[in-house]
């Protein structure tokens, strides 16, 4: 058990399967007061389609992070301070924290969803209906308002409002789907990724562009990330109930 490097906390380690030679699983340890994973050397890279679905799936039960995220933070490993970086995954930008030595990362819950391009930035159409309906937003970033009626990206770290992309989860539902196939797992029909992609679409767009339940989930504003997640991880939790 390692502590959070923002909070100092115990952070509770996530037994998830990973690709290798060998197939086995690893621990990724998650601060649900932070909003932060923490990941041992490259770890997030040798991640299966279905453990970043189980980390998504806590995402999208974790609640609005607790404790603001400090400018300096140490590797819970070595104790050496750890790096700023911008990153870039496909056509999605994303940063986090790591280890000068090489023994980890840290990334925050939003962030990781960016490095597996399971988000992606409003069309033109959902920015519209986002500020007509929305208005205000939380950065899912730092937690600095966004005022959509002027800017699509927040003032304070310069994150940019994106979504979570259903058809990117989806995709990686039907990796799981075919994997399950050649026996890794129980299949559950061919249909299921499908089904899931247009549950998992619908939930989002009444939990995005329904104020009163908006109003319910964050009085103040809405963390769009943390909307879109608590929506879809709904329907990835009556997913996995049928493997």
Not at 10 to 24: C, E, I, K, L, R
Not at 34 to 41: I, K, Q, T
Not at 77 to 93: G, K, M, V
Request: proline share 6%; net charge negative; hydrophobic share 40%.
């Amino acid at each position: 058990m390692i502590d959070c490097p923002n909070c100092r906390e115990p952070m509770a380690a996530q037994p998830t399967p990973s690709f290798g030679a060998v197939p086995h699983d690893i621990e990724v340890d998650a601060c649900t007061s932070c909003n932060l994973f923490w990941f041992d050397r490259a770890e997030s890279m040798a991640l299966t389609p279905q453990a970043v679905l189980s980390l998504f799936r806590l995402v999208g039960e974790a609640s609005a992070a607790r404790t603001p995220l400090h400018d300096a933070m140490t590797c819970p490993r070595c104790r050496h301070s750890l790096a700023f970086t911008h990153d870039i995954q496909r056509r999605t930008r994303f940063t986090y924290w790591r280890c000068t030595s090489g023994d980890g990362q840290l990334i925050t819950f939003g962030q990781f969803l960016a490095a597996k391009d399971l988000i992606r930035p409003p069309s033109a159409e959902e920015l519209a209906r986002l500020r007509a309906t929305v208005r205000s937003v939380n950065c899912s970033q730092c937690g600095a308002p966004v005022d959509l009626a002027t800017s699509s990206a927040c003032a304070h770290c310069g994150a940019a409002i994106m979504l979570i992309d259903p058809d990117s989860i989806a995709k990686a539902l039907k990796e799981l789907e075919s994997a399950a196939g050649n026996g890794a797992s129980p299949p559950v029909g061919a249909a299921s990724a499908e089904a899931a992609r247009t549950a998992m679409t619908n939930a989002q767009i009444d939990a995005l562009f329904d104020l009163e339940r908006t109003r319910e989930r964050d009085e103040h504003h809405g963390d769009l990330l943390a909307i879109g997640a608590h929506a879809i991880g709904a329907a990835l939790g009556a997913f996995f109930a049928l493997r």
